[in-house]
């Protein structure tokens, strides 16, 4: 069957964490009519990097987004889960689409605010100036977000990031994606986003009872979703943005080796340490498993590699060339990326003793961490703080490779040969989309 008779409307869910493996194991490799098989997901094995790479159909190295956060040189600034659209560059796989009077839509995905679509609904809370939070979403159309609120409530934030994150942020998801699914006015193209294994595979690793149990949340969700895609007449696609794998013992701490190389220039308010990224000559963006290092002069790269390459746990450290060759080398990432050994993982701290920890260290604050801290996920025993016990995570990903395969399927017909890569999917959906 060619995708010319195929349904002319596609549900497309990326699911956080699903690899192959895991499913595998757990002897899960059909959910309804859907079948998975494992597919390569792009390096780094992040969420925005995948989920720009389906959108787009090009590697990191054409649209842009090389890690979860990026480090503005100008600005002299790390910004992480900035959701701008315009961060993503190139055409998107809709396009053709979109111009033949299709409608488009997208609920949670990474980077979807401002995206010239149809429909969309990303949480956007409000930060108050005296503290606290207001949970919210921004949506159009404008009355969407009013009209999912009188039946779900609120975005479930508190269970979306955090140390009470949990499986109901992405029950919420799904709920609001099939009310969608459900209305006259659905987009053609519905793309959707479950985070529900993440929490569970970063606390526990993908081993443990806990993640077994996500995974059979997992399929919940996305059974429901299968069946009311399926009963509006929609193909289905869900695929994989990265794999977890297992690590253990404390991370790796790369700015405090460029720290105590002074190569990271801390500075000094009180008691605490804040990094000075103006007089830093390097400093490590960290996002898991990979680290993007920005080295402002030439002359400092050779030293920085080799204090790099001596820390405990280091795997491998790319310059530009062998960026290129793994599809990586943007303006946007660092003049050298490092990879951790399987079983570890990198953290952002430059500081060594407790009471030198910036203030926001304690609290989940990922807009000024210059760094991803899935630390932010566990309570500090007896207080309402996060922990910073780094030995507490269990689950990381970034590194992708063999056994670190992502899991996808369609109740498309992929012919004779399936996609083996997620850019290889992108490249599918967009023919698909554009035959139609």
């Given at each position: 069957?060619?995708?010319?008779?195929?349904?002319?409307?596609?549900?497309?869910?990326?699911?956080?964490?699903?690899?192959?493996?895991?499913?595998?194991?757990?002897?899960?490799?059909?959910?309804?009519?859907?079948?998975?098989?494992?597919?390569?997901?792009?390096?780094?094995s992040?969420?925005?990097?995948?989920?720009?790479?389906?959108?787009?159909?090009t590697?990191?190295?054409?649209?842009?987004?090389?890690?979860?956060?990026?480090?503005?040189?100008?600005?002299?600034?790390?910004?992480?889960?900035?959701?701008?659209?315009?961060?993503?560059?190139?055409?998107?796989?809709?396009?053709?689409?979109?111009?033949?009077?299709?409608?488009?839509?997208?609920?949670?995905?990474?980077?979807?605010?401002?995206?010239?679509?149809?429909?969309?609904?990303?949480?956007?809370?409000?930060?108050?100036?005296?503290?606290?939070?207001?949970?919210?979403?921004?949506?159009?159309?404008?009355?969407?977000?009013?009209?999912?609120?009188?039946?779900l409530?609120?975005?479930?934030?508190?269970?979306?990031?955090?140390?009470?994150?949990?499986?109901?942020?992405?029950?919420?998801?799904?709920?609001?994606?099939?009310?969608?699914?459900?209305?006259?006015?659905?987009?053609?193209?519905?793309m959707?986003?479950?985070?529900?294994?993440?929490?569970?595979?970063?606390?526990?690793?993908?081993?443990?009872?806990?993640?077994?149990?996500?995974?059979?949340?997992?399929?919940?969700?996305?059974?429901?979703?299968?069946?009311?895609?399926?009963?509006?007449?929609?193909?289905?696609?869900?695929?994989?943005?990265?794999a977890?794998?297992?690590?253990?013992?404390?991370a790796?701490?790369?700015?405090?080796?460029?720290?105590?190389?002074?190569?990271?220039?801390?500075?000094?308010?009180?008691?605490?340490?804040?990094?000075?990224?103006?007089?830093?000559?390097?400093?490590?963006?960290?996002?898991?498993?990979?680290?993007?290092?920005?080295?402002?002069?030439?002359?400092?790269?050779?030293?920085?590699?080799?204090?790099?390459?001596?820390?405990?746990?280091?795997?491998?450290?790319?310059?530009?060339?062998?960026?290129?060759?793994?599809?990586?080398?943007?303006?946007?990432s660092?003049?050298?990326?490092?990879?951790?050994?399987?079983?570890?993982?990198?953290?952002?701290?430059?500081?060594?003793?407790?009471?030198?920890?910036?203030?926001?260290?304690?609290?989940?604050?990922?807009?000024?961490?210059?760094?991803?801290?899935?630390?932010?996920?566990?309570?500090?025993?007896?207080t309402?703080?996060?922990?910073?016990d780094?030995?507490?995570?269990?689950?990381?990903?970034?590194?992708?490779?063999a056994?670190?395969?992502?899991?996808?399927?369609?109740?498309?017909?992929?012919?004779?040969?399936?996609?083996?890569?997620?850019?290889?999917?992108?490249?599918?959906?967009?023919?698909?989309?554009?035959?139609?």
């Amino acid at each position: 069957m060619s995708a010319m008779k195929q349904g002319n409307k596609l549900l497309v869910i990326s699911v956080a964490a699903m690899g192959y493996e895991l499913l595998t194991k757990n002897n899960m490799l059909q959910c309804g009519e859907v079948n998975f098989l494992p597919a390569a997901a792009p390096f780094p094995s992040l969420t925005c990097c995948s989920q720009a790479t389906f959108r787009t159909a090009t590697p990191p190295a054409k649209h842009g987004i090389i890690a979860n956060g990026i480090f503005r040189r100008d600005l002299r600034k790390a910004l992480f889960w900035e959701q701008s659209a315009n961060l993503v560059r190139g055409g998107r796989i809709w396009d053709d689409f979109s111009r033949k009077g299709s409608r488009v839509g997208m609920i949670c995905w990474q980077q979807s605010l401002g995206e010239h679509l149809d429909m969309v609904l990303s949480p956007a809370p409000i930060h108050k100036h005296i503290g606290g939070m207001i949970s919210d979403c921004l949506t159009r159309p404008a009355d969407l977000n009013e009209t999912i609120r009188q039946t779900l409530g609120k975005f479930p934030l508190k269970h979306y990031w955090g140390p009470l994150a949990s499986e109901k942020s992405g029950q919420w998801i799904a709920m609001a994606t099939e009310k969608i699914l459900q209305s006259p006015n659905a987009p053609e193209l519905l793309m959707t986003y479950l985070p529900t294994l993440d929490y569970a595979l970063q606390r526990h690793g993908p081993n443990h009872s806990r993640s077994e149990r996500a995974v059979d949340m997992l399929f919940l969700h996305m059974n429901k979703l299968i069946k009311a895609a399926r009963a509006a007449e929609y193909e289905v696609l869900i695929f994989g943005d990265y794999a977890i794998g297992e690590v253990s013992g404390e991370a790796i701490f790369p700015n405090r080796a460029l720290k105590d190389a002074y190569l990271f220039s801390p500075r000094l308010v009180g008691k605490r340490e804040y990094a000075d990224l103006f007089h830093s000559r390097a400093f490590a963006m960290v996002d898991h498993e990979i680290a993007h290092v920005f080295v402002d002069d030439n002359g400092d790269i050779e030293t920085t590699q080799r204090t790099l390459e001596m820390l405990d746990g280091v795997e491998a450290v790319y310059d530009k060339a062998q960026q290129a060759e793994l599809g990586l080398d943007h303006a946007n990432s660092g003049e050298l990326v490092i990879v951790a050994e399987p079983g570890r993982w990198f953290a952002y701290p430059w500081w060594t003793e407790a009471k030198a920890a910036p203030d926001f260290a304690g609290h989940i604050d990922i807009h000024n961490k210059p760094g991803y801290d899935p630390c932010e996920l566990f309570f500090q025993p007896l207080t309402i703080n996060i922990s910073q016990d780094t030995t507490l995570v269990r689950g990381s990903h970034g590194r992708g490779g063999a056994g670190r395969e992502i899991a996808f399927g369609t109740t498309l017909d992929l012919g004779d040969t399936p996609p083996t890569t997620l850019l290889e999917i992108a490249q599918f959906t967009k023919r698909f989309l554009t035959e139609l």
